[in-house]
């Protein structure tokens, strides 16, 4: 397998910040380039820095007025009296300075890792910035502004006229890619995420399937509450494979939230780093099994961002340039370098010890309780 | 909400003198499984797509059988005593009606005329559209004592945390005296919201039934 594989990274990506108490936080992305750094992983010619994503391509999601009150907005030293309306200004979603610019920073970005990917000049690229799934139409949410999934699904629908497989790993609903594609069958979007039984944003039901002719290309597994790797894994890899083969996509678009593991602070799934290891292989293997190679990945959530996100995304990359990492300890540079500014002790190895996370309840009923889920979420779906 | 916000005004009906034949290709053509049966313009009766098929004779028998039985009119198979609803019934009662007398739809009178129908499934839909999720938003439960006021202390928190909430439902709590409020709040990160009301000292209730702290 070839190494061609892009980063698109670039510290301006930092300028998409609500403020300090802010649980949304991308200087994560400094953190895991650090890491990949220190590791040996990254050369000068792997990173590629994003463009801006122009009106033109967000409006191929977003509407145009909701852009102008992005733009404006980031402008104006009060808030617009539209601003609420479109979910601006809220406890999720804060105003700040420059806010249309940051996000579409982010958007072009992943346009970026199409572009490389569909012109041949990388197999695989991956944004870190992206991943920004619950953002609507018209509509800020959950911590996002415009959607670069969307934008990028819609972007390769209209350019190449591709079979798009969507894959959300994140511990929340994709809502924002699903409601988007919800009627189309060239795009196929898979979300495997804790139950919305009480976790935001509490769609992502089994009984969503798509409608029209896009039924049965919506497939969502709602996992419960405090799921382990072993389950969620399980449920993984019985689903995405099956679907993936009977889909047939020309490219595979995976978003790659790490707010599943145990320790982040926004949800209850109960996994450890080592799924962040083995949901990107499956997703690498079959974009070579089925697409030519194509993959394009991007981030997600992810809100304990010293002790997991920059493990989880440099397992991402090391997948992706199959360059295998092994446990062991963290790089010593790395540690000592943030150590002093974390708020919680930095982990000292690369996997997690799974004596030190927290012993979880009922795990028979969960595990057989997702694997019920996973059987009745295939129901529909194409397969292969 | 009332039945006559969800019920369906454009009824298919038959006469009694309508064939089994013909009421077959009626619910085919409408894709619906109930028919009522008026008379002069009075409701008389209901057939339903089990009362048409089990009129039919079993697929052994002779074709000469089969079409006489299509050639019978519904007034020989229809049920007479039909159960039946009236627009301003509430969507609950209709559903334990529903439940009670085993039926799978409701004919809907306003004096005496009929002017629309329910299915269980339209109930059933209607009751899920009410518990479920209308905005993206987070689940939280809160248990409080059960007596005037409680509702309000807890909303009073919740404007000063700055969340929007989608929705309230109040349940039986864990004892007589106590009751759960279950909110829709609209916030992927509600730690704030959980911080001010435990500081404050009611109870919240997470995903592990029993009261563990999410
Ligand atoms: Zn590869
Ligand atoms: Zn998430």
């Known amino acids: 397998m070839s190494r061609r594989s892009r980063l698109i990274y670039s510290p301006d990506y930092t300028a998409y910040y609500f403020h300090k108490e802010h649980p949304f936080n991308q200087r994560r992305l400094i953190l895991t380039h650090d890491l990949l750094t220190r590791y040996g992983l990254l050369r000068a010619e792997d990173i590629v820095p994003p463009r801006s994503a122009t009106d033109e391509e967000l409006a191929l999601i977003h509407d145009r007025q909701y852009i102008e009150t992005v733009r404006a907005q980031g402008h104006s030293a009060s808030e617009l009296p539209t601003a609420a309306s479109h979910g601006l200004g809220t406890e999720d979603v804060p105003c700040f300075p420059r806010m249309h610019e940051a996000a579409s920073l982010i958007v072009g970005g992943t346009l970026q890792a199409v572009d490389l990917v569909m012109n041949g000049e990388a197999d695989h690229a991956?944004?870190?910035?992206?991943?920004?799934?619950h953002a609507f139409r018209g509509r800020a949410s959950g911590f996002c502004i415009y959607?670069?999934?969307?934008?990028?699904?819609?972007?390769?629908?209209?350019?190449?006229?591709?079979?798009?497989?969507?894959?959300?790993?994140?511990?929340?609903?994709?809502?924002?890619?699903q409601w988007a594609f919800y009627d189309?069958?060239?795009?196929?979007?898979v979300s495997i995420h804790e139950t919305g039984k009480y976790l935001f944003p509490g769609?992502?039901?089994?009984?969503?399937?798509?409608?029209?002719?896009?039924?049965?290309?919506?497939?969502?597994?709602?996992?419960?509450?405090?799921?382990e790797?072993?389950?969620?894994?399980?449920?993984y890899r019985e689903v995405v494979p099956k679907v993936a083969r009977g889909f047939k996509p020309d490219v595979i678009v995976t978003q790659n939230g790490c707010d599943a593991h145990a320790y982040d602070p926004l949800t209850h799934l109960s996994c450890s780093i080592g799924i962040y290891q083995q949901i990107p292989?499956?997703?690498?293997?079959?974009?070579?099994?089925?697409?030519?190679?194509?993959?394009?990945?991007?981030?997600?959530?992810?809100?304990?961002?010293?002790?997991?996100?920059?493990?989880?995304?440099?397992?991402?990359?090391?997948?992706?340039?199959?360059?295998?990492?092994?446990?062991?300890?963290?790089?010593?540079?790395?540690?000592?370098?943030?150590?002093q500014e974390s708020d919680v002790p930095l982990p000292e190895r690369l996997f997690d010890d799974a004596e030190q996370l927290p012993v979880i309840p009922r795990r028979r009923e969960i595990t057989e309780k997702n694997r019920i889920m996973a059987e009745r979420a295939l129901l529909h779906a194409p397969q292969g | 909400m009332r039945l006559e916000d969800i019920m369906r005004k454009r009824v298919v009906t038959v006469s009694t003198a309508t064939t089994i034949g013909e009421a077959l290709s009626l619910l085919r053509g409408n894709r619906i499984r109930h028919l009522p049966v008026l008379e002069d313009g009075k409701l008389v009766g209901i057939v339903s797509d089990r009362d048409l098929r089990d009129a039919l004779p079993s697929s052994l028998l002779t074709h000469e059988d089969d079409s006489q039985v299509l050639h019978k009119t519904v007034s020989e198979i229809m049920t007479r005593r039909v159960i039946t609803a009236h627009p301003l019934d509430f969507i609950e009662d209709a559903a334990k009606t529903v439940y009670e007398y085993k039926v799978g739809s409701l004919p809907v009178l306003d004096g005496g005329r009929l002017v629309g129908i329910v299915t269980e499934s339209d109930i059933l839909n209607c009751l899920v559209e009410m518990f479920g999720v209308h905005k993206p938003s987070s689940h939280l439960e809160v248990e409080v004592e059960d007596r005037a006021g409680s509702l309000a202390e807890v909303s009073q928190v919740?404007?000063?945390a700055g969340v929007n909430v989608c929705s309230v439902i109040v349940t039986p709590g864990s004892a007589p005296q106590k009751k759960i409020l279950v909110f829709r709040v609209q916030t992927i990160d509600p730690r704030p919201l959980l911080d001010l009301l435990t500081a404050k000292g009611f109870s919240v209730c997470g995903p592990a039934e029993g009261g563990m702290r999410p």
């Not at chain 1, 798009?164 to 994709?174: C, K, P, S």
Request: net charge negative; hydrophobic share 35%; with cysteine.
């Open chain 1, 229 to 235: 790797d072993d389950s969620f894994l399980e449920v």
């Open chain 1, 203 to 227: 769609t992502g039901d089994l009984s969503e399937r798509g409608t029209g002719e896009g039924y049965g290309y919506t497939v969502n597994v709602p996992l419960d509450a405090f799921t």
């Open chain 1, 184 to 189: 189309d069958p060239h795009v196929l979007t």
């Open chain 1, 126 to 133: 991956f944004n870190p910035a992206g991943g920004l799934h």
């Open chain 1, 147 to 177: 959607n670069d999934c969307s934008v990028a699904i819609a972007y390769l629908r209209k350019h190449w006229d591709a079979r798009v497989l969507y894959i959300d790993t994140d511990a929340h609903h994709g809502d924002g890619v």
């Open chain 2, 158 to 160: 919740f404007r000063e």
């Open chain 1, 281 to 339: 292989r499956l997703a690498h293997q079959l974009a070579h099994e089925l697409c030519g190679g194509r993959w394009i990945a991007v981030g997600g959530g992810g809100y304990d961002i010293w002790r997991v996100v920059p493990r989880a995304w440099t397992l991402l990359w090391s997948e992706m340039t199959d360059q295998p990492l092994e446990d062991g300890p963290l790089p010593a540079g790395w540690r000592e370098r943030w150590s």
